[in-house]
Nanobody
Framework: QVQLVESGGGLVQAGGSLRLSCTASESIFSINTMAWYRQVPGKQRELVAVITSGGSTTYADSVKGRFTISRDHAKNTVYLQMNSLKPEDTAVYYC??????????WGQGTQVTVSS
């Protein structure tokens, strides 16, 4: 059964931190490079961070130096540590395999709201 469950979002003041978690089904997690995405209403989903099965990471320029992606293979879980949050980081955050398309299965996401 395909499953993606994101959690950890919330309301935080600018400069604060949040840690997002995403538990994925084995079929998605085990063989895939995983990623975090975010979406603001009316805009396309944006790629935020990527992690390979070996642990190599890549970040969007807008979050580089502030966000850290990691994964726990034993728990089929991907994390996104977000520090120094800015109001422009406000979005619904999703995890999925890298290069997932709008037609791919997506979880419900987790809302992150950063107040100024």
């Amino acid at each position: 059964q395909v499953q993606l469950v994101e959690s950890g979002g919330g309301l935080v003041q600018a400069g604060g931190s949040l840690r997002l978690s995403c538990t994925a089904s084995e079929s998605i997690f085990s063989i895939n490079t995983m990623a975090w995405y975010r979406q603001v209403p009316g805009k396309q989903r944006e790629l935020v961070a990527v992690i390979t099965s070996g642990g190599s990471t890549t970040y969007a320029d807008s979050v580089k130096g502030r966000f850290t992606i990691s994964r726990d293979h034993a728990k089929n879980t991907v994390y996104l540590q977000m520090n120094s949050l800015k109001p422009e980081d406000t979005a619904v955050y999703y995890c999925n395999k890298f290069l997932a398309t709008p037609l791919s299965y997506w979880g419900q996401g987790t809302q992150v709201t950063v107040s100024s």
